[in-house]
């Protein structure tokens, strides 16, 4: 059973950079490919960016491609999610999840994932 916790979150001008993390306190992220998602008030769930087991395959919403960038750290402990230029409509709760069933491919679609954070706040705002 994975516990998954993220971090990071926060208030940052248009423009501005975080990073998120994801880590599990359960188990260690390096079996199962791991994807980070987002919900704004108001909207349905999307996904932002996943990366497969060995993170050699990643996949962007369109909506952040060129400016997010997913990653694992090399003891495959933690997965985190580098956002660059951000603007006011990346403002929203970012959420990680796991997809147990797949390695060496990863897919954005929500009903791949089985194990949920509970999220962490990001706000985009001047």
């Known amino acids: 059973q994975f516990h998954l916790v993220e971090s990071g979150g926060g208030l940052v001008q248009p423009g501005g950079s975080l990073r998120l993390s994801c880590v599990s306190s359960?188990?260690?992220?390096?079996?199962?490919?791991v994807g980070w998602f987002r919900q704004a008030p108001g909207k349905e769930r999307e996904g932002v960016a996943c990366?497969?087991?060995?993170?050699?395959?990643?996949h962007y919403g369109d909506s952040v491609y060129g400016r997010f960038s997913i990653s694992r750290n090399n003891a495959k402990t933690t997965v985190w999610l580098q956002m660059n230029d951000l603007k006011p409509e990346d403002t929203a709760t970012y959420y990680c999840?796991?997809?147990?069933?797949?390695?060496?491919?990863?897919?954005?679609?929500?009903?791949?994932?089985?194990?949920w954070g509970q999220g962490t706040q990001v706000t985009v705002s001047s």
């Open positions: 990366a497969s087991v060995n993170g050699l395959s990643s």
């Open positions: 359960e188990f260690g992220l390096d079996s199962t490919v």
């Open positions: 999840a796991t997809d147990t069933g797949r390695h060496l491919t990863c897919t954005l679609m929500l009903s791949d994932y089985d194990h």
